[in-house]
């Protein structure tokens, strides 16, 4: 997989089959201006990454781009938690992708009335529906700088501890 990227815009291209695959062309034309790809990883045959524009909601999504297919996509970056009202900001970031296509992301969110900022762990299984892994308060807990994939298995800190799990 080689991935291009030429000003604002990706291209993900699978030298084998020659089949690429222009990650701007998911963003509706009248919003191409104010939209932002970002967070694009790849492993194997699979890109995940997140498209976002100011104070709207980011998407996720995986496509296999060997296959020319998407696998998985999450319209909302954020899982709801019991007694908590999610606010109007919410954002994916520091997104990391399995060879299988599972996709993991920090999301961050204020709570109604859009005081407190939260932050989760989401993961998105091939074909699945988004999975709340882990969630604290913004700036304690969870640690925005280290979150990976690795064999099917995802890792990230919470309070200094290392957490784990399996998709």
């Given at each position: 997989m080689?991935l291009y990227?030429a000003?604002?815009s990706?291209?993900?291209?699978?030298?084998?089959?020659h089949?690429?695959?222009?990650?701007?062309?998911l963003i509706p034309?009248?919003?191409?201006n104010e939209?932002?790809?970002?967070?694009v990883?790849l492993?194997?045959?699979?890109?995940a990454?997140?498209?976002g524009?100011?104070?709207?909601?980011?998407?996720v999504?995986?496509?296999?781009?060997k296959?020319?297919?998407f696998?998985a996509r999450?319209?909302a970056?954020?899982v709801a938690?019991?007694?908590?009202e999610?606010?109007?900001s919410?954002?994916?970031r520091?997104?990391?992708?399995?060879?299988i296509?599972a996709v993991?992301?920090l999301?961050?969110?204020?709570?109604a009335?859009?005081?407190a900022?939260?932050t989760?762990?989401?993961?998105?299984p091939?074909g699945?529906?988004?999975?709340?892994?882990?969630?604290s308060?913004a700036?304690g807990?969870i640690?925005?700088?280290?979150?990976a994939?690795?064999?099917g298995?995802l890792?990230w800190l919470h309070?200094?501890?290392p957490?784990?799990?399996?998709?």
């Amino acid at each position: 997989m080689r991935l291009y990227r030429a000003g604002r815009s990706y291209t993900v291209t699978a030298p084998a089959t020659h089949r690429s695959f222009d990650l701007g062309s998911l963003i509706p034309r009248g919003r191409r201006n104010e939209s932002v790809i970002h967070d694009v990883v790849l492993a194997g045959r699979y890109v995940a990454f997140a498209i976002g524009a100011d104070s709207r909601s980011d998407r996720v999504y995986v496509r296999d781009v060997k296959a020319g297919r998407f696998v998985a996509r999450a319209v909302a970056p954020v899982v709801a938690e019991p007694g908590i009202e999610v606010g109007d900001s919410r954002e994916a970031r520091a997104l990391a992708l399995t060879p299988i296509g599972a996709v993991v992301w920090l999301a961050s969110y204020t709570n109604a009335p859009n005081t407190a900022v939260r932050t989760q762990v989401v993961a998105l299984p091939r074909g699945g529906a988004p999975r709340l892994l882990d969630a604290s308060p913004a700036g304690g807990g969870i640690d925005g700088t280290v979150l990976a994939a690795h064999n099917g298995r995802l890792f990230w800190l919470h309070d200094g501890a290392p957490c784990s799990a399996v998709l």
